[in-house]
């Protein structure tokens, strides 16, 4: 149920995020979902990729510094009230969300939530109870990219 | 500029007397006097005396001051190693004084005083304000930091030595202090000269005129600037700006100061024996030829210091001075042969930087120590390059690295300090390693 979730570290300044962009356009890696926070100096990049363990090594021997995390990504449907409805079955559970982000299912009628859990089993567990859909790596990018060239960025 | 002042006054202060001894009288004075603090050192000090004995020496060697050659250099990390009364020659019950400053790995350098260093410390500065044509009647604000730093507390007892009046305003707080520059007619201001141009620009966009104000002299030490700021303060003001040398382990300020010709700074020779060193070599160098300033004190009491390597870079300026002073003149001192900074006053060493972080994750990530000036007050910024090791998804796991990284290196330096984190292989490197320090701050 767990999904790898790449981060990369870089300046807030102008042009700092456009070199590892290039780098992974160069090799043909599609970003299937991307989250940029930010503070005043810095900012941190996160991704989903499709094949998380080569691109990693492919940022690092560029010289990026990043990390590779656990995340959950949780389908909902795509109305009024999706969100509110998984974050209804976490409350009172005492499960920190680290933080969260969300992209619209592009041809569908569901919308993915990307979560970082402090504890992800105690998450899984709980949101497995309350009867909400969570993404298999796999069931995601196929869902999400099926235009796309998995075999190719997978291999 | 304040061609009103009348320099006989400032010339008749009796503490000043021992600025004209005839050379040869005083050289006698220097010697009698290095016999009777080796004496003492040998006496008292321990690690003075074996340091002498590993050596073959006797204080019965030194029978001239160019024997002074024969003996072995004190550097700063013998303070370090004697932390913390290691070096005293006198009972505590002796000791009236103490202060301190920041040393190479966080633990501060201590030096002590007893109440006749404490008398000879006043009249070095006494002499210092004397040669400045200050004077009692005039209003010294003194804006040096009170507290363990000796410049405070030195310039302060100087002052009243001399007859003067004192503020005793320490640093800080801008406005209050052209406030009362402005409402108690201050004639002289002692502090850093990046304090006095900080204070020249506040009262600019304060509206208030220096120029209208009665202030006339300024007394500024305690870090390396140049003739640039000296014009700089001398055009936005009518003061006449002096720079006092000096250092804790020798005594704090009042070491040296110049007179008013402006052309070197006379040291106090009948306290303090200057020596210019090849510091590679260890080498006496002849007046005239630069190289590292090393000072006995002649007359120090609670902890003497012998041949104390200073890693100030100067030279002994060959010929007597226009003022008629016997005293030789040191060269301003605007470089030193070590790594240490000095950034508002206090002494930093990119090792202590190092050692902060090295508290972190182990390994040494690449910095750099970025140095510059804002309002006039010296800023620091450590930039780090993030490792994979220091990286983290969260930014509050990020935001607490930097913050705890800010805390450490201002528990080490004593000092307050801005990191910047920023990306891997991004700082300036020569030979592969980062340039460690890029300093901004001489205009």
Redesign the interface.
């Known amino acids: 149920m767990k999904i790898q979730q790449l981060s990369l570290f870089a300046e807030n300044k102008p042009g700092h995020i456009a070199a590892p962009m290039r780098l992974l356009a160069q090799e043909g890696v599609n970003i299937r979902a991307l989250y940029l926070a930010d503070t005043q100096q810095y900012g941190i990049l996160r991704m989903i990729v499709a094949d998380c363990g080569a691109v990693t090594r492919l940022l690092e021997a560029h010289g990026f510094v990043v990390k590779v995390s656990e995340v959950l990504a949780v389908e909902v449907a795509d109305r009024p009230g999706g969100l509110a409805h998984v974050l209804g079955a976490l409350e009172g559970s005492g499960i920190n969300i680290e933080y969260m982000y969300a992209f619209p299912y592009v041809r569908g009628d569901k919308a993915i939530l990307i979560f970082r859990f402090g504890d992800p089993d105690a998450a899984i567990a709980c949101l497995q109870t309350a009867g909400i859909n969570l993404l298999a790596s796999r069931e995601l990018l196929e869902k999400y990219g099926s235009t796309q060239d998995d075999g190719e960025s997978a291999a | 500029m304040s061609s009103a002042l009348a320099t006989s006054a400032a010339d008749s202060h009796p503490a000043s007397a021992p600025d004209y001894l005839p050379v040869p009288q005083l050289r006698e004075l220097q010697l009698q006097r290095l016999r009777g603090v080796i004496g003492r050192a040998w006496q008292q000090v321990k690690f003075f005396r074996s340091r002498l004995e590993q050596r073959g020496l006797a204080p019965q060697d030194i029978r001239s001051l160019a024997d002074i050659a024969k003996l072995p250099f004190t550097v700063k990390s013998d303070l370090r190693d004697t932390y913390p009364f290691g070096l005293f020659a006198s009972p505590m019950k002796d000791i009236v004084r103490l202060h301190a400053s920041s040393g190479t790995t966080g633990k501060p350098i201590v030096v002590a005083y007893t109440q006749e260093d404490v008398n000879t410390w006043t009249s070095v500065i006494v002499r210092c304000f004397a040669g400045c044509g200050l004077h009692r009647g005039d209003i010294i604000q003194n804006a040096y930091g009170y507290g363990l730093f000796t410049g405070g507390l030195g310039v302060h007892y100087g002052a009243e030595g001399l007859g003067a009046t004192v503020i005793p305003m320490s640093g800080g707080n801008a406005h209050r202090q052209i406030m009362l520059m402005k409402d108690f007619g201050t004639t002289v201001l002692c502090c850093t000269p990046s304090y006095c141009l900080h204070l020249l620009e506040c009262a600019g966009e304060l509206g208030v005129d220096m120029k209208q104000l009665p202030l006339r002299a300024g007394v500024f030490g305690a870090e390396p600037w140049t003739e640039a700021m000296r014009r700089r303060i001398e055009s936005l003001s009518n003061i006449e700006a002096f720079d006092i040398y000096g250092l804790s382990e020798i005594i704090g300020p009042g070491v040296g100061c110049e007179c008013r010709r402006h052309q070197g700074l006379h040291i106090f020779e009948d306290h303090f024996y200057p020596e210019i060193i090849d510091p590679a070599t260890g080498e006496v160098q002849p007046d005239g030829i630069e190289g590292e300033l090393v000072l006995t004190t002649l007359t120090k009491q609670a902890m003497p210091m012998i041949r104390y390597r200073t890693r100030d870079i100067a030279m002994l300026l060959p010929g007597r001075c226009e003022c008629g002073r016997t005293l030789r003149r040191i060269s301003r001192v605007g470089r030193r042969s070590d790594d240490m900074l000095i950034v508002r006053g206090v002494n930093v060493f990119p090792s202590q930087v190092e050692s902060a972080l090295l508290q972190f994750e182990g390994t040494l990530p690449q910095y750099q120590i970025l140095l510059g000036r804002e309002h006039g007050l010296d800023q620091m910024v450590v930039q780090v390059e ?3 090791q220091m ?6 796991a ?2 607490a690295l ?1 913050d705890q990284l800010e805390a450490t290196l201002d528990r080490v330096l004593g000092l307050r300090v801005q990191v ?7 700082l300036q490197r020569s030979e592969g390693k980062a340039r460690r320090v890029i300093d901004r701050r001489i205009t």
Do not use: M, Y
């Open positions: 993030v490792t994979p990286f983290n998804d969260k930014i509050g990020l935001q930097h910047a984190l920023v990306e891997a292989r991004s």
